[in-house]
């Protein structure tokens, strides 16, 4: 089996024939989807006698990570040709992309995955939960409108103000990216809707249509007062609004560590400490060894040390990822159903 990225963009037809196999998306979302984040992102081909059995998609995206603006990659269309399953062709791919990722120094990667248990293996955690409510629509007046291209730059401040406010980890808005968002949402025979307090944005939301049920998700602002101008605008219809929940066990964001002396470098530990661990990570050697792990008032560190002459515990890069991620600032995390 043959692994590469289709760098050139050659294999479109074949990777829509997958994703037809595998996904099922309603055809004006396929179409969405290529014309627009294929066009900019990387694709893992695996191949058989220059026939396609596998893909795995890698779209880039402006991550906020605690104060460091990075570039990193959402990992979604995972598909294997089902007559190829059971034969470690996905296993294949993610190894090659979480080593890939790491040489270019990304401190991890993230996906929303379809079941958990497909990714835990190889060492993928939950950060962000979402939890689908269903309301309805009432009478009344709503101040939601479609957002505006000449509001586009109050939009991009206002939602990473908004972010900022309450996250340590978030997916950047850019112009491009609400470009996108809204671009999906009419795939979807949505809209991107905004509310206004004057000539200021107050609020932002994305909704699609299916089965005469309105699907409202990325939801910004005044949570009450959102829900309440939705409702108005939505007459009688049915909702159903994605709102974030990090207790849900489904619909979940799931991180894989791939750089954590990168990461460790930028966090604030809430208390000091000094460790040395062995970390057993299966699939990148840059994380397996001995290391010693420390914090000195509030701020993180990791090297790589000599087999010490005392024994240590060994810790799963999983565990060693839970545990920064509960001992330091880099809690919580946003990152919304994005493409």
């Known amino acids: 089996m043959e692994l590469f990225y289709d760098k050139n963009k050659k294999y479109e037809d074949s990777f829509r024939r997958l994703w037809k196999t595998c996904f099922h998306d309603p055809q004006a979302y396929e179409d969405?989807?290529?014309?627009?984040?294929?066009?900019?992102n990387q694709v893992l081909a695996a191949a058989e006698d220059g026939a396609v059995r596998g893909m795995i998609h890698l779209n880039p995206y402006l991550l906020k990570v605690g104060e460091v603006k990075r570039k990193l990659h959402y990992i979604v269309g995972v598909a294997t040709d089902p007559k190829f399953r059971r034969q470690g062709i996905m296993r294949e791919m993610l190894t090659k992309v979480m080593k890939d990722m790491a040489d270019a120094g990304e401190v991890f990667?993230?996906?929303?995955?379809a079941d958990v248990s497909y990714y835990e293996p190889f060492n993928f955690v939950k950060v962000s939960g979402f939890e689908e409510v269903e309301i309805h629509g009432e009478e009344g007046e709503s101040h939601i409108q479609p957002l505006m291209f000449k509001d586009y730059v109050k939009a991009t401040k206002f939602a990473n103000d908004y972010y900022e406010s309450r996250y340590k980890v978030y997916t950047m808005a850019t112009q491009d990216v609400l470009f996108f968002m809204r671009w999906e949402?009419?795939?979807?025979?949505?809209?991107?809707?905004?509310?206004?307090?004057?000539?200021?944005?107050?609020?932002?939301?994305?909704?699609?249509i299916a089965d005469d049920t309105v699907y409202v998700r990325q939801i910004l602002?005044?949570?009450?007062?959102?829900?309440?101008?939705?409702?108005?605008?939505?007459?009688n219809r049915r909702m159903l609004v994605t709102l974030p929940n990090d207790e849900k066990d489904d619909s979940q964001i799931m991180m894989r560590m791939l750089r954590l002396d990168l990461y460790v470098a930028q966090c604030k530990a809430k208390r000091d400490f000094d460790f040395t661990i062995f970390i057993k990570d299966d699939y990148l050697e840059n994380q397996n060894g001995y290391f010693r792990i420390f914090a000195k008032d509030g701020y993180g560190c990791i090297e790589r040390v000599e087999e010490p002459e005392e024994p240590v515990d060994t810790f799963t890069i999983t565990e060693v990822t839970k545990l920064i991620l509960r001992d330091t600032d880099m809690l919580p995390w946003m990152i919304g159903e994005i493409v």
């Open 32 to 40: 969405f989807y290529f014309q627009s984040t294929y066009s900019r």
């Open 109 to 113: 990667t993230y996906l929303m995955p």
């Open 185 to 208: 949402a009419l795939s979807e025979n949505g809209k991107l809707l905004c509310l206004k307090h004057g000539d200021e944005i107050a609020g932002l939301a994305v909704y699609g």
């Open 221 to 235: 602002g005044d949570r009450d007062e959102m829900i309440g101008e939705l409702k108005a605008y939505f007459g």
